[in-house]
């Protein structure tokens, strides 16, 4: 038995012939636009009011059709406009009364804050966003962003602003915290990143300092892949070590 959710606008409620799912097949749905979006991304929307699933009566949460496009709506309002919750509440709450919205216009960096580079493979350009916008995207106050920067996971880029990986790091740093993991925590995964780092300049270093502009250029190429097989596996030996398997 279903339990509709109180108050709020009802877009949690399904019409006849609405199917249901689980919050993992949500999950699945979402990634192919969304790849880093995670059940506790979705439980944190949920808890700040912007998603009702409807509840079984043993208490699982049950997403209607319409539920999944209002978290699709909501994820790429943080994603290309760098939106906050609470500007992202007042333009749903906006559209379902059938008003007209103005977005700002769509980051360039878009795939920049999701950590990727291009179809091609190569870095994307160093743009920047202020400090505002990486609270925004990070969904965290100025205290949390102040705690980061003390505990040196945070960094502004050198002649002011953040960089892409920045905004990546202050997205991951939070999640981590909605689990209770704090800053002091994530010391020894920024150390351990740094060595992994040095490692690869090591090993590039001597092509780098090339007077050949192709040897250069092959020291960019192989630091970006030694860089993508040092982060599968340090992925693949977390997941060894806990004894799990990741989707």
């Excluded at 998603?51 to 790429?76: N, W």
Aim: glycine share 8%; proline share 6%; net charge negative.
């Amino acid at each position: 038995m279903l339990r509709t959710p109180t108050g709020g606008a009802g877009h949690g409620t399904a019409t006849a012939g609405e199917s249901l799912v689980s919050i993992g097949t949500v999950l699945s749905r979402l990634r192919d636009e969304f790849p880093e979006v995670t059940i506790s991304k979705i439980r944190f929307l949920e808890a700040e009011g912007l998603v009702e699933p409807q509840r079984t009566a043993s208490g699982y949460r049950k997403f209607s059709p319409r539920d999944v496009e209002r978290l699709a709506q909501i994820l790429r309002m943080q994603r290309d406009h760098y939106l906050p919750l609470k500007v992202i509440r007042e333009h749903l709450e906006a559209l379902e009364r059938g008003e007209q919205i103005k977005l700002p216009s769509p980051s360039p960096q878009r795939d920049l804050v999701d950590g990727a580079w291009d179809a091609e493979g190569e870095p994307p350009t160093a743009a920047r966003i202020g400090r505002a916008e990486l609270l925004a995207a990070a969904e965290v106050t100025e205290v949390e962003l102040v705690e980061w920067e003390s505990y040196g996971l945070i960094a502004p880029a050198e002649g002011g602003g953040y960089d892409a990986e920045t905004v990546t790091v202050a997205k991951l740093v939070a999640d981590l915290g909605r689990f209770g993991l704090e800053p002091r925590h994530l010391r020894a995964v920024k150390a351990a990143a740094e060595r992994e780092a040095g490692l690869v300049e090591q090993m590039v270093a001597p092509l780098r300092r090339h007077r050949n502009p192709q040897t250069r250029a092959h020291a960019e190429a192989t630091a970006k892949e030694l860089a993508g097989l040092s982060v599968r596996l340090h992925a693949a030996l977390v997941q060894t070590a806990l004894g799990v398997r990741l989707q």
